[in-house]
């Protein structure tokens, strides 16, 4: 990708962003779900105990998880439609035929959606920030996780704006986005988990990086479970659930990029 300030359809997209007059009611969202969980748990909390470490781990948790999971969903979602939603408002026609090509568009439309949800993931940082202070998981441990959040959003959008090249409908395109998000957290694991307890020639540690290792949110588990028990850390299932979003996020923008060539007005 070239300089992502000179592409034309990403400045449009960010644009139409900013003059999107309820996309604040996402911030909200982001923040107020955090906020009432955590105080929920405050006034659960054993008062005669010191509650900022429980309070830090719980802290922790909910950020890295609960929006970790709504991030890869919002992203997935809003990426979904950018080339479908064009057809529909027939102004594809116009953006095919313009002296841009289509891995330009493209690539406009998956930095429209990066930047999305980006700007959803850095909402939680200052939760990161208190959950730190108050005796949860140390910082740069938690800002790793949080890049790992973000890596996993960042592929489902890509992966999302190719079944928005290739359908027609941002209905079907919403429809085949599910089914893949379900094959891929669903599916995939519950298969892996068969063959692991059914096959005893089948490698376990094979099935586990196949079906668990490369999960949108397994590798912040891992993060997790390093930073509250100090067990050894094995980097090996970090790199490759990398290598598989990667894969995927490649295999989106070719979808959409092949998506735009098979217009023809």
Same mark, same amino acid.
């Not at 300030?5 to 960010?14: A, E, G, H, K, T």
């Given at each position: ?21 309820? &996309?604040?009611?996402?911030?909200? !969202?982001? +923040?107020?779900?955090? =906020? @009432?969980?955590?105080?929920? #748990? $405050?006034? %659960? ?96 441990? &938690?800002?790793?996780?949080?890049? !790992?959040? +973000?890596?996993?959003? =960042? @592929?489902?959008?890509?992966? #999302? $704006?190719? %079944? ?102």
């Amino acid at each position: 990708m070239s300089n992502p300030f000179s592409n034309p359809v990403f400045m449009l997209d960010i644009r139409s962003r900013v003059r999107e007059r309820r &996309l604040w009611i996402l911030a909200v !969202f982001f +923040v107020l779900t955090p =906020l @009432a969980l955590s105080l929920i #748990a $405050l006034m %659960l909390n054993d008062p005669s105990k010191n509650p900022f470490p429980s309070m830090g781990a719980v802290l922790s948790g909910f950020a890295l998880f609960s929006h970790g999971a709504l991030l890869v969903l919002m992203s997935a979602l809003g990426a979904a439609q950018r080339i479908s939603q064009e057809r529909e408002r027939r102004t594809l026609p116009a953006l095919v035929n313009s002296p841009l090509s289509p891995r330009c568009i493209a690539d406009g439309k998956l930095l429209g959606a990066w930047a999305f949800t980006l700007w959803l993931a850095f909402l939680t940082l200052p939760f990161l920030a208190v959950a730190s202070l108050w005796g949860g998981m140390s910082f740069p441990a &938690l800002l790793v996780a949080w890049l !790992f959040n +973000v890596a996993a959003a =960042l @592929a489902a959008a890509s992966l #999302a $704006l190719g %079944l928005s090249g290739l359908f027609g409908r941002s209905l079907s395109a919403y429809l085949a986005t599910g089914a893949v998000l379900f094959l891929w957290c669903a599916v995939v694991p519950a298969v892996g988990g068969l063959l692991m307890a059914e096959t005893a020639a089948f490698d376990g540690r094979v099935a586990l990086a196949l079906s668990f290792q490369h999960l949108p949110l397994a590798p912040q588990v891992m993060m997790f479970g390093w930073a509250m028990s100090n067990e050894p850390l094995d980097i090996w299932p970090f790199v490759w659930a990398l290598f598989v979003w990667v894969l995927l996020a490649l295999a989106g923008r070719f979808l959409a990029i092949r998506g735009l060539h098979r217009e023809v007005y």
